[in-house]
């Protein structure tokens, strides 16, 4: 590759917080040097690329997207979410092992990391199972799939509910420095549920999921994490009591993290509707005190990431009445523009929100992403955070198109992406390298 010089950009660091007008060189995959405030000199035979003000920063990191890969590839397959990721500005995914079959064994990890050097054009980094089949009962071998290349361990959209079985697989992660990845919720609170439990599901005649589906099972996580001693992440928290929870945990000095879906920062219950089925989700969308709670903890640090929640459904499971769609909905294309909403209304600056959808995500995975510096990965995205526009469903990439935000306005997108140094996404209306 010739190297590539990206001039007149407004850099933002998410690692180090920093932000200004800078410079940045790539060359063989990796950023050779950033100048703030100066222009680096151009190698010979360099290619320039005028960033036209707009920011660049760090690639997203999304801790939690569903793959159809294998077994489901009518859903989604690893090319045509890694195409959607770009166009979002994500450079890096975690695929969920709820695949057929599902990821619990090295040669599953194995064909999923192959088949996305084959056809992703994005880093598509696999989780496996916790336990055999998403059973809930059998462990898997920690082990031999840390060294197939599993970046973390997750029953997906099943919680491990028996406490004895999740109190050996936070100590065989401890002892692996494994990291265990948990859905907060209590399948028999939830019940026949369908929505969040208030006003609102009374009104529309549903069946309601109480609040305490979440914190009951994330107290006794955060209990068993303490006795164990092991990392614990909460995939996606909802609700106030949640925070105050997760707040706890962190004063306590336990090694506790945990993310927040999108869709809960930047939607509530109303926007159901009538039965709007794309906003039939897991966690569900929550009352708007809950949603301006989380805000508030993702504002102070206190929710670490940001993640799309991406899982695509047919229209066979969707096209259907409420109570009887699946949960689920695309995410990794929208990541970035729903997100930034948060920064439009002033309710989070724009380097504390990139902190979260990238340098943070990295941190918790062990990974070298999410940061702008000598040495680090090219793995950049140029956004435009003003652009508006008007969310066409039929102009996604993913396989699926059940988005909660079809036909709605969003402000800001994804302009330029870039992994290893390689352009993989560009707008049709951006400049051309020179």
């Known amino acids: 590759m010739r190297p590539l010089l990206l001039t007149n950009a407004r850099l933002i660091d998410p690692a180090a917080g920093r932000e200004g007008r800078g410079h940045l060189l790539l060359r063989e995959g990796r950023i050779a040097d950033i100048a703030w405030d100066a222009a680096p000199g151009a190698p010979e035979g360099a290619e320039i690329l005028d960033c036209a003000g707009h920011v660049l920063t760090a690639g997203l990191v999304d801790m939690r997207a569903f793959v159809g890969e294998p077994g489901a590839e009518h859903r989604e397959t690893l090319a045509s979410a890694s195409a959607a990721a770009a166009a979002g500005g994500v450079t890096t995914l975690v695929c969920m092992p709820d695949t057929n079959p599902v990821i619990d064994g090295p040669a599953i990890v ?51 509910t028996n406490a004895q079985v999740m109190r050996r697989a936070l100590t065989y992660a401890r002892d692996f420095g494994a990291l265990l990845i948990q859905h907060v919720e209590e399948p028999d609170l939830v019940g026949d549920g369908v929505m969040n439990e208030g006003e609102m599901a009374s009104r529309l005649g549903l069946l309601g999921i109480p609040r305490e589906a979440e914190t009951v099972m994330l107290e006794r996580d955060i209990r068993l994490a303490r006795l164990t001693g092991a990392r614990y992440h909460a995939a996606m928290i909802s609700c106030a009591d949640s925070v105050e929870i997760v707040r706890r945990a962190k004063q306590d000095g336990l090694p506790v993290t945990c993310g927040v879906s999108v869709n809960n920062l930047v939607l509530n219950e109303g926007d159901i509707g009538h039965y709007r089925t794309f906003c039939r989700l897991s966690p569900p969308l929550r009352h708007e005190t809950d949603r301006l709670a989380v805000v508030a903890a993702l504002d102070e640090g206190l929710i670490d990431v940001v993640v799309s929640d991406h899982n695509p459904q047919d229209v066979e499971t969707k096209r259907l009445p409420f109570a009887e769609a699946a949960d689920g909905a695309l995410g990794i294309e929208t990541l970035l523009g729903a997100a930034l909403r948060l920064v439009h209304t002033g309710d989070i600056a724009l380097p504390k929100l990139l902190r979260a959808l990238s340098a943070r995500p990295a941190e918790i995975l062990g990974r070298e992403a999410g940061r702008l510096a000598a040495g680090a990965p090219a793995d950049l995205v140029l956004i435009d955070p003003d652009v508006p526009y008007l969310l066409d469903k039929r102009t996604l990439r993913s396989r699926s198109k059940n988005s909660p935000f079809d036909e709605a306005r969003l402000q800001g997108a994804a302009v330029l992406t870039i992994v290893a140094g390689r352009i993989v996404h560009r707008a049709h209306d951006f400049a051309e390298v020179a």
């Open 110 to 160: 194995d064909f999923v990391l192959r088949r996305a050097r084959d056809t992703a054009c994005i880093h598509v980094l696999p989780s496996a199972a916790i336990t055999k089949g998403l059973a809930g009962h059998e462990m898997t071998e920690f082990g031999l799939l840390a060294e197939a290349g599993a970046v973390a361990f997750t029953d997906g959209l099943k919680a491990v």
